[in-house]
């Protein structure tokens, strides 16, 4: 077996290399999660003038170098008007965001000074030159790049955008995806009653759970449905899959089972790149590519990946190895977020010769809980947990260990 490490480099030096090379230009406005083709540069200085941080009065700090400095207020400069040069010995009434007038080189806030007859105000703490002004291109200078190509699209990265004037963005295609699952044993949710349930059915969980996490990716997502458990039907699938797809992705049908189709369909159909990787849970993951036939509209070869059908091994090698795909495809980073130094409030005195994704939770105290049943089978881990500790190969912890902890919120959304 693979160590993870490995796997992932694998996986992403062979998506890279299908790399999406179409690009669209989208209004900034629904660039949500989607991946910068082109760098954003700025052509404006950020902020374009010196401004005021505070509510208060703009002045010469000379003018009020000693307390309880009296100046006349000559003016009032609001948010986006500009005002006239200040004159010596004056001060102007100002409100945040309003630029510097020419001749103030600092700003009271309103709290330290009192209004005296007459319209003036009394200054009761001297200023120091600069106090409260932003200057102009602190943020951004003109001409830098902001946002550079490979930029997963977050809402703070869509306000830095806007901020520079960036209307439209140049960005990555939306993958496409086609997912399937496999097994006679699945069914629909709505498709047969609860009670009703035939002995050795399951509702199919996975086809909600990956749909869920290719969507919050920002991929285009074709759900094929489930394949029965025959090498034909599976075979099938994946030519149908690949003929519009950058990638295919499954579920179950990925172990050694007489019942498992998908490997020897997948290499009767294109090649096999990896399979099984030395992690718990998600061990039977396989990668590789499926041909497109002539008389498809695209050319070349579909990604695959085949997820363990176990509903916990699906959802962790989604958020580490599909996630590093679909970045790698997109030319986003395909590094896995850094792990979180925490303390475990729990003992894990059994580890597992692999390395370990354990579901846990940030407790009240400040340590991390651990969920009481790491089956790969038990899907309300990954509803109760917040994020996962990485354990290496054949590590115990005692409470009171510093733990490797990836927060769930870093790995689902890409």
Known sequence: MLSLDEALARLAAGASAARIAEVETVSTFDALGRVLAADVTSAIDVPPADNTSMDGYALRAADAATPDAVLPVVQRIAAGHVGEPLA?????????????????????????????????????????????????????????????????????????????????????RRARVALFSTGDELIMPGAVAPPDLPPGAIYNSNRYTL???????????????IVPDRLDATRDALREAARAHDLILTSGGVSVGEEDHIRPAVAAEGRVELWQVAMKPGKPLAFGAVRRRAGDARRGEALFLGLPGNPVSSFVTFVLAVRTVLNALQGADTALPAALPMIAGFDWPKPDRRREFLRVRLGGDGRLELFGNQSSGVLTSVVWADGIVDNPPGQAIRAGDRVRYLPLSTLVNG
């Open 88 to 172: 010596p010995g004056s001060a102007a009434r100002i409100f945040t965001g309003a630029p510097i007038p020419p001749g103030a080189d600092a700003v009271v806030m309103q709290e330290l000074v009192d209004a005296v007859d007459g319209g003036g105000i009394r200054v009761r703490e001297a200023p120091r030159p600069g106090q409260w002004i932003r200057r102009r291109g602190e943020d951004v200078h003109a001409g830098a790049a902001v946002l550079a190509a490979g930029t997963r699209m977050t809402p703070q990265a869509l306000g830095l955008a806007a901020t520079v004037g960036a209307a439209t963005l140049v960005v990555v």
């Open 211 to 225: 749909r869920g996490l290719l969507q919050a990716t920002g991929c285009e997502v074709s759900d094929l449905g």
